[in-house]
């Protein structure tokens, strides 16, 4: 099995990437994902997608306009 491990930027593992073959292949497999599956998908309200579709327009829009993320959080608490 191909994983790929997801780290936060102080190296603490926090998800794994399994590549879509090998979780169609667990899911014929074990029935029971299939299910867990099927709960722990949650339908977004019109509301949230509306702000969603906004957000990335405005991204692809002004990709210059762009801050990364651990920085911003580095410079908010240092200014704290």
């Known amino acids: ?24 292949t667990l899911k014929e497999k074990y029935a029971e994902l299939q299910t867990e599956e099927a709960v722990s998908t949650i339908e977004l309200a019109s509301w949230q997608t509306y ?16 801050e990364d993320f651990d920085n911003m959080l580095n410079d908010i608490e240092k200014s704290l």
């Open 51 to 66: 702000i969603i579709d906004q957000r990335l327009a405005d991204y692809y829009t002004n990709q210059t306009d762009i």
């Open 1 to 24: 099995m191909n994983l790929q491990f997801i780290h936060d930027n102080k190296g603490n593992t926090t998800g794994v990437f399994i590549p879509i073959e090998e979780w169609q």
